[in-house]
C-alpha cells in the first residue's frame, strides 16, 4: 500500500506488512484486505502465530 515503509514481503509479492504510523499490518494483496498486528515487532510476532502463520513470525527477528 503507498505511503507506508514495507518491512516484509513474500517470496511470491501476495503478502506484506507495512508500517501505518506504528501499527503493523499484514496485507493481503489480492484482495487489499488489512490484517492488523499491533504496535510492536514483539506483538506483530505474537499475532502472525496466533493466525497460524509462523513461518512470518520467523522471519521477522
Keep these: 500500500m503507498a505511503g507506508a515503509p514495507t518491512i516484509?514481503?513474500?517470496g511470491?509479492?501476495?503478502e506484506q506488512i507495512s508500517d501505518f504510523n506504528g501499527e503493523y499490518t499484514l496485507i493481503?494483496?489480492?484482495s487489499k484486505q488489512?490484517?492488523?498486528l499491533g504496535k510492536s515487532l514483539e506483538a506483530a510476532r505474537e499475532k502472525?502465530?496466533?493466525l497460524g502463520r509462523?513461518?512470518?513470525?520467523n522471519?521477522?527477528?
Aim: charged share 30%; aromatic share 4%; proline share 0%.
Design 48 to 50: 502472525l502465530k496466533e
Design 54 to 57: 509462523e513461518d512470518i513470525a
Design 59 to 61: 522471519q521477522l527477528r
Design 34 to 36: 488489512r490484517i492488523s
Design 12 to 14: 511470491d509479492m501476495s
Design 28 to 30: 493481503l494483496i489480492s
Design 8 to 10: 516484509w514481503v513474500s
